[in-house]
Nanobody, 126 residues
Framework: QVQLVESGGGLVQAGGSLRLSCAASGRSFSNYPMAWFRQAPGKERDFVGAITSSGGATYYSDSVKGRFTISRDNAKNTVYLQMNSLKPEDMAVYYC???????????????????WGQGTQVTVSS
């Protein structure tokens, strides 16, 4: 059974940092892109960023570019999201997602991901 389990969420003051982790089990995702999405209350789930299978390239939404960094450790089957300079508008449930295809097209499209974690809450106080 494939599982993605996020951790690392919590409460942080504006300007602070958090590091989220997403540990995969049940299969290896080392050959596939992985991504982070987030969903604020009453809003749609939005793309945050993605990373290629090797970790050699990343792509971010404009709202987080320069503040967030995605990395991965394929030996641990884990992807990370380092979030710096957090703002109140970053507050959301953050989800890890993985594809079962080694393609990069439509990387920001939610429906192209096959596996999802349960999410971890990030709360940013102003």
């Amino acid at each position: 059974q494939v599982q993605l389990v996020e951790s690392g969420g919590g409460l942080v003051q504006a300007g602070g940092s958090l590091r989220l982790s997403c540990a995969a089990s049940g299969r290896s995702f080392s050959n596939y892109p992985m991504a982070w999405f987030r969903q604020a209350p009453g809003k749609e789930r939005d793309f945050v960023g993605a990373i290629t299978s090797s970790g050699g390239a990343t792509y971010y939404s404009d709202s987080v570019k320069g503040r967030f960094t995605i990395s991965r450790d394929n030996a641990k089957n884990t992807v990370y999201l380092q979030m710096n300079s957090l703002k109140p508008e970053d507050m959301a449930v953050y989800y890890c997602a993985a594809r079962s295809r080694a393609t990069w097209g439509l990387i920001a499209t939610l429906s192209t991901y096959d596996y999802w974690g349960q999410g971890t809450q990030v709360t940013v106080s102003s």
